[in-house]
């Protein structure tokens, strides 16, 4: 049974590789007769495969139909996958869908232990390079905070906040968003009975307690952190209106930027922090759309003086 099993795996695989093969061939990569070859296609057919064939010396065998079969890989390439998922889920390059992380973790489920190790030892191996800017965090840490969303039991996290304080908080772990940046784990804290969004790179350490638990009213976790981001302790705040409405606004400002308010149906009232009043001068002439800034008068005043030096030196450049 062993031999039977392992030997249609091998035709499934085969098959899987290039489009058409005929039954010699197949019969001299698997070492069986012909025969065999015919009588393994009509089991994998009882399974469900849709394996098409075409008559004659010259015909075939190939994989067709709808069904999509299991995914056959050698080591190797159960590893190249494996690794391949991990840098896209670091990377963010697929968003914050978390497809790639996702698909990793159900991978690794799965692999052979000898294959596993592999994969934490080239974790252990592999340094990314960063921008100053930007947060590190370790795979294997990714993988825990994904997994403790997947089993859906309370968790005990060791966390380090902005002022590198630690700090030891029962959560009930709920999804992990890519901002384009950086990652957050969203969990409801226990303690505090709120919703909270958490850097996934200040997290220390996180173990699950084993105690189940069912979440009820759950954020929209995208949103969350797009208003947590926004609403992030500034210096300074100002308060714009746009002259559009609210999608149009989302386009211009993003949420992890600012907070949006409707002022009827073709305005939108900005909440934006920044670092001080010419920062934030700066940022609200690049985006190059009518705006009014409400308050306050520095940023209003910084905001003047920017564009007035910009149309005094367009109109140097136009005299030249």
């Known amino acids: 049974m062993i031999s039977t099993s392992a030997r249609l795996l091998r035709l499934v695989s085969l098959l899987s590789a290039r489009p058409s093969w005929t039954c010699g061939e197949l019969a001299e990569r698997m070492a069986v007769t012909e025969r065999t070859v015919r009588r393994d296609v009509a089991r994998l057919r009882e399974l469900g495969y849709g394996i098409e064939s075409d008559p004659g010396p010259w015909g075939g065998y190939r994989l067709g139909g709808t069904r999509i079969p299991p995914l056959i890989l050698d080591d190797e390439e159960a590893l190249a996958v494996a690794v391949g998922l991990r840098e896209a889920a670091l990377s963010g390059v697929l968003g914050s869908d978390q497809a790639a992380l996702s698909a990793l973790l159900k991978l690794r489920q799965v692999l052979p232990p000898k294959i596993a190790g592999r994969l934490g030892e080239m974790d252990a191996a592999f340094v990314h390079t960063f921008r100053p800017d930007e947060p590190q965090i370790a795979p294997g840490m990714l993988l825990e905070l994904a997994t403790t969303c997947r089993h859906g039991e309370r968790a005990r996290m060791s966390y380090r906040d902005r002022e590198g304080k630690a700090t030891v908080r029962d959560v009930d772990p709920y999804r992990l968003v890519h901002t384009g940046r950086r990652w957050y784990f969203v969990a409801r804290d226990v303690t505090r009975s709120e919703w909270r969004t958490f850097r996934a790179d200040r997290v220390v350490q996180i173990q ?62 900005v909440d934006i922090g920044g670092p001080d009043a010419d920062g934030l001068a700066k940022y609200l002439l690049s985006l190059g759309t009518p705006l009014r800034v409400l308050s306050p008068d520095d940023v209003r005043e910084a905001l003047l003086r920017r564009a007035r030096e910009l149309f005094e030196d367009n109109v140097h450049t136009q005299l030249q």
């Not at 926004?230 to 746009?242: K, M």
């Open 208 to 269: 699950s307690t084993g105690h189940a638990v069912e979440l009820v009213d759950s954020p929209d976790p995208a949103l969350l952190v797009s208003h947590s981001i926004a609403s992030g302790a500034y210096p300074l705040y100002v308060t714009i209106r746009l002259p559009l409405p609210m999608d149009q606004a989302l386009r211009k400002i993003p949420p992890t930027v600012g907070t949006h308010r409707a002022e009827g149906p073709n305005a939108t009232i």
